[in-house]
């Protein structure tokens, strides 16, 4: 059975920092990708950063230079630094991941989700 945990999530004042970290277990093979959505309220969910298996890196325009993602492949854990946080960035930020498991086959697996408020 695969898992996404998230943890990291919380209430922060504009201009603070928060740390998201996603834990992917199971009988995992290999991650390909693992990446980072999120959604407001009313809104649909929109991705936020990827990061591939070879550690290339996209971003949403709206979080360029504020946002990191990495990913420890030993620990098969993606994390987002996020800095210089605003108020639109409250959402719940999920964890993504494609993963290639012990059946040689690849899925798609989303995490629970993980409450990150913004306080003006």
């Known amino acids: 059975q695969v898992q996404l945990v998230e943890s990291g999530g919380g209430l922060v004042q504009a201009g603070g920092s928060l740390r998201l970290s996603c834990l992917a277990s199971g009988n995992i093979r290999s991650i390909r990708i693992m990446d980072w959505y999120r959604q407001a309220p009313g809104k649909q969910r929109d991705l936020v950063a990827k990061?591939?298996?070879?550690?290339?890196?996209n971003y949403a325009d709206s979080v360029k230079g504020r946002f990191t993602i990495s990913r420890d492949n030993a620990k098969n854990t993606v994390y987002l630094q996020m800095n210089s946080l605003k108020p639109e960035d409250t959402a719940v930020y999920y964890c993504h991941a494609n993963m290639v498991l012990t059946d040689r086959n690849e899925y798609s697996y989303w995490g629970q989700g993980t409450q990150v408020t913004v306080s003006s």
């Open positions: 990061v591939t298996s070879d550690e290339s890196t």
